[in-house]
T-cell receptor, first 114, second 110 residues
Framework: DTGVSQDPRHKITKRGQNVTFRCDPISEHNRLYWYRQTLGQGPEFLTYFQNEAQLEKSRLLSDRFSAERPKGSFSTLEIQRTEQGDSAMYLC????????????FGPGTRLLVL | QKEVEQDPGPLSVPEGAIVSLNCTYSNSAFQYFMWYRQYSRKGPELLMYTYSSGNKEDGRFTAQVDKSSKYISLFIRDSQPSDSATYLCAMWKGTYKYIFGTGTRLKVLA
């Protein structure tokens, strides 16, 4: 399968714990995005990378959130000291920065904070 | 006011019906318009994208853009139960991120 993959698909954690999600983009894509989607809403932009550089972060991304993309390949999104309000689907997308950047999404990681 | 507005539905139609899904937007800087389909608990899947005003057809799906009215539509002909999903419109203004609508839940009844 050459699409975007995410791991884990589901995560249940207790409030205050740290969690880390991984995204593997389509191999030739140089841009990688993280979005968050809550029930009944469309995806909301969190951050994006061009190669290994994190170029933009949304105001939605509090100090408890950090994302990395070492070597411009896979990316991780870490949430520290999780809160119940962090419960959501975390989506990763990738694109090739060439003309229209068609973004292809992964299956998402569904986080539930108890 | 949100940049992109989309009726959340739900929309229920009988099998074989023509479905019309719509979004309006307020920012005239949007250049490209996408439609994604999202099945329950899955990631969004790109269906179609359009650039200019007018129609674009792909099988049973037709995307329509009216930039003068800031209004886009997705039509599904001969709808099938397998079309039951949430349909998200997304818009891009030449920067890095997409702006999504809230999604319209569609249910096609057999």
């Amino acid at each position: 399968d050459t699409g975007v993959s995410q791991d884990p698909r589901h995560k249940i954690t207790k409030r205050g714990q740290n969690v880390t999600f991984r995204c593997d983009p389509i191999s030739e894509h140089n841009r990688l995005y993280w979005y968050r989607q809550t029930l009944g809403q469309g995806p909301e932009f969190l951050t994006y990378f061009q190669n290994e550089a994190q170029l933009e972060k949304s105001r939605l991304l509090s100090d408890r959130f950090s994302a990395e993309r070492p070597k411009g390949s896979f990316s991780t999104l870490e949430i520290q000291r999780t809160e119940q309000g962090d419960s959501a689907m975390y989506l990763c997308a990738s694109s090739l920065a060439l003309g229209l950047e068609t973004q292809y999404f992964g299956p998402g990681t569904r986080l539930l904070v108890l | 006011q949100k940049e992109v507005e989309q009726d959340p539905g739900p929309l229920s139609v009988p099998e074989g019906a023509i479905v019309s899904l719509n979004c309006t937007y307020s920012n005239s800087a949007f250049q490209y318009f996408m439609w994604y389909r999202q099945y329950s608990r899955k990631g969004p899947e790109l269906l179609m994208y359009t650039y200019s005003s007018g129609n674009k057809e792909d099988g049973r799906f037709t995307a329509q853009v009216d930039k003068s009215s800031k209004y886009i539509s997705l039509f599904i002909r001969d709808s099938q139960p397998s079309d039951s999903a949430t349909y998200l419109c997304a818009m891009w203004k030449g920067t890095y991120k997409y702006i999504f609508g809230t999604g319209t839940r569609l249910k096609v009844l057999a």
